[in-house]
């Protein structure tokens, strides 16, 4: 079957740094993508990876390595907004989604 | 900039009755989908359409239909709702349903079946 992993639930400081990882096993891969969704929201669009590598948008940076079935997500300059869940999803050789659960990110003063 | 619009945001129903969640979008985007979230899982598609005049089924697509007449508009219809149906829904779009497809997301709609 298909899967997506990530931790349930992560804390950090404000103005740390935290890595979310995801990892996926999925039927094809056609890119992996990264949404955040806060409490109460719609999910909305922070990254898109579809090659090994890493992509800097800002204080995100999303990771990305086929071969493991890997992608982590960095957020730098840990603000008290980016508290929020944090969706990994990939697009399967169908070209559907399969979402992983989601991260539940914590800042704390 | 409307984006996406959803209606209503929250509905309590009584099991056994009909209910249409509409879905409309300003983007012109051809594909469009309808999502369940529940806690503790990921998304999970009920049905898509790629185009107008076309749907088709998701992962979880059993007692819930939608229809495609039109570019803007996609209602998700529950015939007979159930409990287990309880759920936040989420219609969202994109320009294509191709590999680079961001997906934009409505606000959700809260349905809680009793």
């Known amino acids: 079957g298909q899967n997506i992993d990530q931790p349930t639930e992560m804390t950090a400081t404000e103005g740390a740094i935290v890595q979310i990882n995801c990892t996926y096993q999925t039927s094809g891969f056609n890119g992996l993508f990264w949404y955040q969704q806060h409490a109460g929201e719609a999910p909305t669009f922070l990254s898109y990876?579809?090659l090994d590598g890493l992509e800097e948008k800002g204080r995100f940076s999303s990771f990305l390595s086929r071969s493991k079935g890997y992608s982590y997500l960095l957020l730098k300059e840990l603000q008290m907004k980016d508290s929020a869940s944090y969706l990994c999803?990939?697009?399967?050789?169908?070209?559907?989604?399969?979402w992983g659960a989601g991260t539940k990110l914590i800042i704390k003063p | 900039i409307a984006g996406i619009t959803q209606a209503p945001t929250s509905q309590i129903l009584a099991a056994g009755r009909r209910m249409t969640l509409r879905c409309t979008q300003d983007m012109r985007h051809n594909a469009m989908y309808w999502y369940r979230q529940d806690l503790g899982l990921g998304l999970r598609l009920i049905h898509y359409?790629?185009?107008?005049?076309?749907?088709g089924k998701g992962e979880v697509p059993d007692g819930y239909s939608v229809s495609r007449a039109n570019t803007d508009d996609f209602p998700l219809t529950l015939a007979s709702a159930v409990p287990s149906q309880t759920s936040v829904y989420f219609c969202a779009s994109s320009e294509t349903s191709g590999t680079t497809g961001e997906l934009f997301f409505g606000e959700g709609s809260r349905l809680t079946v009793l």
């Open positions: 359409s790629n185009t107008a005049g076309t749907t």
């Open positions: 990876n579809v």
């Open positions: 999803a990939v697009k399967d050789s169908n070209y559907q989604l399969i």
